[in-house]
């Protein structure tokens, strides 16, 4: 069974950092491209970052990149979003899920919810003005 665990949501005052954390189970990270996505109320659900487990390679979305890095750790089954110099608009649900590797086009497709089969419960982000 694979299960996803998140934590390190709160509530921060603009300009703020939080580190997200999200611990798996019941696979092998090698195998699949991790990704977070947010929700808001109202708004729709939007990709923020993803990271292959296999080659490395990051992604974000424009408006948090240069603000967000994502990280793992494989041999904790950890996967990170360190959250920097934060902004009221970053308010939302924050998701950690999983789905298999992305092949040639991964810069278009990590953040495609639909291909992403596993999820988690989420964690409640809150950035004051």
């Known amino acids: 069974e694979v299960q996803f665990v998140e934590s390190g949501g709160g509530l921060v005052q603009a300009g703020g950092s939080l580190r997200l954390s999200c611990a798996a189970s019941?696979?092998?990270?090698?195998?699949?491209?991790i990704g977070w996505f947010r929700q808001a109320p109202g708004k729709e659900r939007e990709g923020v970052s993803c990271?292959?487990?296999?080659?490395?390679?990051?992604y974000y979305a424009d408006s948090v990149k240069g603000r967000f890095t994502i990280s793992s750790d494989n041999a904790k089954n950890t996967v990170y979003l360190q959250m920097n110099s934060l902004k009221p608009e970053d308010t939302a649900v924050y998701y950690c899920?999983?789905?298999?590797?992305?092949?040639?086009?991964?810069?278009?497709?990590?953040?495609?919810?639909?291909?992403?089969?596993?999820w988690g419960q989420g964690t409640q982000v809150t950035v004051s003005s």
């Open positions: 899920a999983s789905r298999g590797r992305m092949g040639w086009f991964g810069s278009i497709r990590w953040a495609i919810a639909d291909e992403y089969h596993y």
């Open positions: 990271i292959s487990s296999s080659d490395a390679s990051t």
């Open positions: 019941g696979f092998t990270f090698d195998d699949y491209a």
